[in-house]
């Protein structure tokens, strides 16, 4: 088991009074990241709650504030998305960041929907296509191809131009990643050449047990592959280790868990979802679990998933004790 390549997750979260302040409070927590060695910093983007809205705007943002560090997002929900508009922001992004992005997507009809009606909608629902298919618009838009044919051009006060999406970013396409909690869905990013993010969530078609059913949809992304290429995996934990928190904090950290374990010890729901466990305690503590996590030796990207409304001394202190404690016991180097 070697973890080669180590990264973070971070919610983005704020006040309802303050936004600035926590959007400042994470462009700051990519800096700290970096400083600390880690090789990749990632935000969720969420709608409609007190988080990153538009996970493009604000990795614009954190290009001018890193040098080295991969920029992510995790994950951008295609079904909220133009694939043509989003695929110039995040090529824009990408050449501003000088090739560092890092694009989470999963396909799917928008989850608040129904609640946006038409302050989002501009045609009937059920005539959009959500599918996989939405998701490989995105990727056709950011490949190196011109539009039209060879007597194609646009005129406009620039120049005259043979149109394309503008600006190009070689490579971009290579790093496009694909949210897998499902056997179908790693299924379609293997087959269709993008790279795997795993999880804490996933769904339980086949077993009860996450570890075996998270196993069982790396197997299955690896066979679906097409030959020569070998995507990247990267693999989610929550993380939240004790050493260097006072007392109190400590207690806070272990009350989180165990109000999540619940959760965890059955499938969830008519989709039967399956939660992982979230790994809290010292650094000896999570190492000895680490160690017999089944899935990681299949993987050498590590990603700790932070928990949401921690603080920003809480998120700095889990980053500077898994970077100092835990990952170089797997492995890993700092940068």
């Keep these: 088991m070697t973890i080669r390549h180590l990264g973070f997750l971070t919610p983005g979260n704020y006040a309802e009074a303050d936004p600035l302040a926590g959007l400042e409070a994470a462009l700051k927590l990519f800096e700290f990241g970096e400083k600390l060695g880690f090789d ?3 935000v969720r983007q969420r709608h409609l709650e007190r988080g990153v809205s538009s996970a493009a705007t604000f990795l614009a943002a954190a290009t001018q504030r890193t040098q080295r560090i991969e920029l992510g997002a995790a994950v951008i929900q295609m079904g909220y ?9 995040l090529a824009t992004v990408d050449v501003l960041s000088r090739g560092r992005l890092q694009v989470g997507l999963s396909a799917g009809a928008p989850l608040h929907g129904a609640l946006l009606g038409n302050r989002f909608y501009d045609t009937a629902p059920n005539t959009i296509d959500f599918t996989h298919k939405r998701v490989g618009r995105l990727r056709a838009n950011l490949e190196d191809v011109l539009l039209g044919d060879d007597y194609t051009f646009v005129e406009s006060a620039g120049g005259r131009v043979r149109p394309r999406v503008q600006p190009h970013a070689p490579g971009l396409v290579d790093r496009l990643w694909y949210g897998g909690g499902s056997l179908r869905s790693v299924e379609w990013a293997g087959r269709n050449g993008f790279n795997l993010l795993l999880g804490n969530v996933l769904s339980g078609e086949t077993t009860d047990d996450f570890l075996q059913a998270q196993s069982g949809l790396i197997e ?3 066979a679906s592959e097409e030959a ?3 995507g990247r995996v ?12 006072d007392a109190a904090t400590r207690k806070r950290y272990r ?10 010890l059955a499938p969830q729901g008519e989709r039967r979802t399956l939660f992982a466990t979230d790994l809290v305690g010292s650094a000896d503590e999570i190492l000895e679990r680490l160690r017999k996590d089944p899935v990681l030796p299949h993987v050498s990207e590590l990603r700790v998933e932070l928990p949401y409304n921690f603080s920003s001394e809480e998120y700095a202190q889990i980053l500077t004790d898994l970077s100092a404690r835990i990952a170089p016991e797997l492995g890993w180097r700092a940068r």
Excluded: H
């Excluded at 998305?81 to 110039?88: M, Q, V």
């Excluded at 990267?234 to 928190?245: C, F, K, N, Q, Y």
């Design 228 to 230: 020569p290429r070998k």
């Design 81 to 89: 998305e133009n694939p043509f508009r989003l695929a110039e922001d």
């Design 255 to 264: 009350e989180f868990a165990a109000g999540r374990i619940e959760r965890t």
């Design 40 to 42: 990749g910093a990632w």
């Design 234 to 245: 990267a693999l989610g934990r929550v993380i939240v280790p004790l050493d260097s928190a």
């Design 220 to 222: 299955r992304y690896r």
